[in-house]
């Protein structure tokens, strides 16, 4: 399949979908195009800014934001487009209306990475730049397996605390939601500590690493 025709079916496919389940929910895994060619797509994706339409290109990134991946290339002169499409989106990240199956992000991550989520806003991101910024520590906290491993590398969490804009956006990002790791849960943050959440504790890792008086 050619690469423009693989973006365009991709549209087709997802836009078919969520418009059904939108309609009745039927809680099936569904994304069956997507899984069959997430290799391909993600190979693709930086050319689509060449390839697609720009009403062709905001619906992509529509969809393509929904799978909850963080390109780093092809967006560098769309970012404004990628970020609308995150806010789009977002409507998703409410897990007690919506399954992972509409989006597979959550508070914590959207509110550290670019500010906010569907009705929390403490900050912002001033453009590509501050994605990229806030994309690298997400990434990296992220590909951590456990606790322990992250222990083992205090010198990394100290170098991210030494950046006072990372330090302020999570703080942000774990005050609005009053650290409690996503606020779709119920009940208060001593009810959420039986189960391990790595990029809240890798983020709450770096702010006792900081001597940030924000951070304190």
Same mark, same amino acid.
């Given at each position: 399949?050619?690469?423009?025709?693989?973006?365009?079916?991709?549209?087709?496919?997802?836009?078919?979908? %969520?418009?059904?389940?939108?309609?009745?929910?039927?809680?099936?895994?569904?994304? =069956?195009?997507?899984?069959? =060619?997430?290799?391909?797509?993600?190979?693709?994706?930086?050319?689509?800014?060449?390839?697609?339409?720009?009403?062709?290109?905001?619906?992509?990134?529509?969809?393509?934001?929904?799978?909850? /991946?963080?390109? %780093?290339?092809?967006?560098?002169?769309?970012?404004? %487009?990628?970020?609308?499409?995150?806010?789009?989106?977002?409507?998703?990240?409410?897990?007690?209306?919506?399954?992972?199956?509409?989006?597979?992000?959550?508070?914590?991550?959207?509110?550290? /990475?670019?500010?906010?989520?569907?009705?929390?806003?403490?900050?912002?991101?001033?453009?590509?730049?501050?994605?990229?910024?806030?994309?690298?520590?997400?990434?990296?906290?992220?590909?951590?397996?456990?606790?322990?491993?992250?222990?083992?590398?205090?010198?990394?969490?100290?170098?991210?605390?030494?950046?006072?804009?990372?330090? =302020?956006?999570?703080?942000?990002?774990?005050?609005?939601?009053?650290?409690?790791?996503?606020?779709?849960?119920?009940?208060?943050?001593?009810?959420?500590? =039986?189960?391990?959440?790595?990029?809240?504790?890798?983020?709450?890792? /770096?702010?006792?690493?900081?001597?940030?008086? /924000?951070?304190?």
């Amino acid at each position: 399949m050619e690469t423009e025709e693989l973006l365009r079916t991709f549209i087709i496919e997802e836009e078919k979908e %969520l418009n059904r389940e939108l309609v009745h929910f039927s809680g099936e895994q569904g994304h =069956n195009f997507r899984s069959e =060619n997430y290799s391909a797509l993600v190979k693709a994706f930086p050319k689509a800014v060449k390839l697609l339409e720009s009403q062709e290109l905001e619906t992509f990134y529509f969809h393509y934001m929904r799978m909850g /991946v963080l390109p %780093l290339k092809g967006i560098e002169k769309t970012y404004a %487009l990628w970020e609308a499409a995150y806010r789009k989106q977002s409507i998703f990240i409410d897990k007690k209306k919506y399954d992972t199956f509409f989006t597979y992000w959550q508070s914590l991550k959207g509110l550290f /990475v670019f500010g906010y989520d569907y009705r929390l806003e403490p900050d912002q991101n001033n453009g590509y730049d501050d994605y990229v910024r806030y994309r690298a520590v997400f990434e990296k906290i992220n590909s951590y397996t456990s606790i322990p491993g992250m222990l083992a590398k205090p010198h990394l969490f100290s170098e991210f605390g030494e950046d006072q804009d990372v330090v =302020n956006r999570i703080s942000k990002a774990v005050l609005a939601l009053e650290f409690i790791h996503d606020h779709y849960w119920n009940g208060t943050p001593d009810g959420h500590y =039986n189960y391990t959440n790595l990029v809240f504790w890798g983020l709450m890792f /770096v702010l006792v690493s900081s001597d940030s008086e /924000v951070a304190k």
